[in-house]
């Protein structure tokens, strides 16, 4: 079955750090890159980076740069975002989301077809 | 970088037709066939149901069909149906392999 299951929710203090694990199957990982989208308490959806699954090429968003971090693991066909310096305003949904890639790890597809369900991450004193 | 701009919300009774706008600028709407939407119900993650503009991805009803002039782009829901009420966002690619997502449109079927 194609999906992307990803890890529970997670409540952190300001300042620390939450690693989000996002699981693919029933397709080929490499094949693909992962997208990171989040979603704030009664906001849209915002962009965060994406990372080449083949070759780990990433690209951030601009506003995030320097906190966050994208990974995966071919072993086990998970990537995952770490985001640092975790604030308040971080309280988010997080999903991760497939779209393909080239041979040489770059996008292909301009959209995002398959979805994770989501992980809530609470910053919270 | 700017989220696309989409009008908060839009109502319907069940077979009429609605259009939710997607305003971005000359550097992402403008600039690229690369704008999508997504269907998210709350609770739910987002789904896809337009790529490249106007391209409906197998299993999305014809009913839902996208289009673009220009800055602006819109997705068309034509007959809405009571499964139909959900949040629409669209989003752009934005050149150097970034994307920006629109505000969200709260579609309800009356």
């Known amino acids: 079955q194609v999906q992307l299951v990803q890890s529970g929710a997670e409540v952190k203090k300001p300042g620390a750090s939450v690693k989000v694990s996002c699981k693919a199957s029933g397709y080929t990982f490499t094949s693909y890159g992962i997208n990171w989208v989040r979603q704030a308490p009664g906001q849209g959806l915002e962009w965060m980076g994406w990372?080449?699954?083949?070759?780990?090429?990433?690209d951030y968003a601009q506003k995030l740069q320097g906190r966050v971090t994208m990974t995966t693991d071919t072993s086990t066909t998970t990537a995952y975002m770490e985001l640092r310096s975790l604030r308040s305003d971080d309280t988010a949904v997080y999903y991760c989301?497939?779209?393909?890639?080239?041979?040489?790890?770059?996008?292909?597809?301009?959209?995002?077809?398959?979805w994770g369900r989501g992980t809530l991450v609470t910053v919270s004193s | 970088q700017s989220a696309l701009t989409q009008p908060r919300s839009l109502s319907g009774s069940p077979r009429q037709s609605v259009t939710i706008s997607c305003t971005g600028t000359?550097?992402?709407?403008?600039?690229?066939?690369?704008v999508s939407w997504y269907q998210k119900h709350p609770g739910k993650a987002p789904k896809l149901m337009i790529s490249?503009?106007?391209k409906r991805p197998s299993g999305v009803p014809d009913r839902f069909s996208g289009s673009k002039s220009g800055n602006t782009a819109s997705l068309t829901i034509s007959g809405l149906q009571a499964e139909d009420e959900a949040d629409y966002y669209c989003c752009s690619y934005a050149g150097s392999y970034t994307y920006v997502f629109g505000t969200g449109t709260k579609v309800t079927v009356l």
């Open positions: 000359s550097s992402d709407v403008g600039n690229y066939n690369y």
């Open positions: 490249d503009v106007s």
């Open positions: 989301a497939r779209a393909y890639y080239d041979s040489s790890g770059q996008p292909a597809e301009w959209y995002f077809d398959l």
């Open positions: 990372i080449s699954a083949y070759n780990n090429n990433t």
